[in-house]
């Protein structure tokens, strides 16, 4: 199996917080989240996708702050807590880490010069039924070019 390169990771994240920015955009707390089964779970899973792909930025020693290595405890955390996942944490998260962290992510793809066109591409591709992921990736493939 051929190793996956960091602007994947990086994709990944990026299209995590889109989603979670989309899923969560029509309540105003985290009770009302968490209330909602079906939102709850999907902010969730982008959480742990989230966490998983900065484990392994952090392993191919892309990112150093220690504020990296807290999101994949927070990943560790929401995958093994069940239910014991306070809504008030992930409400924090959701609504005021999530900028910041995107915002590294963009920063940090500048930094690097890294070519996200292919791996733009393929998403684009591998995801062509979903609408919301494709329009973020084209808008995403923009601003990421004007950057470079």
């Known amino acids: 199996m051929s190793k996956r390169g960091i602007e994947f990771y990086i994709l990944d994240i990026l299209v995590a917080i889109d989603k979670i920015r989309r899923y969560t955009a029509k309540f105003n707390n985290a009770c009302a989240l968490l209330y909602d089964e079906l939102h709850w779970d999907a902010t969730i899973r982008e959480l742990e996708i989230i966490g998983e792909a900065t484990k392994n930025l952090l392993h191919e020693s892309v990112l150093h702050d220690k504020k990296y290595r807290r999101i994949v ?3 560790n955390q929401i995958n093994h807590g069940y239910f014991g996942i306070d809504e008030e944490i992930v409400w924090d998260v959701v609504k005021n880490k999530t900028d910041e962290y995107e915002s590294d992510l963009l920063q940090l793809i500048s930094e690097l010069k890294l070519d ?5 591409a393929i998403c684009k591709q591998e995801n062509a039924k979903q609408k919301h992921v494709v329009d973020f990736l084209k808008e995403l493939e ?6 470079l």
């Open 73 to 75: 405890d927070f990943r």
């Open 142 to 147: 923009r601003n990421v070019n004007k950057t």
């Open 116 to 120: 996200m066109s292919d791996t733009i």
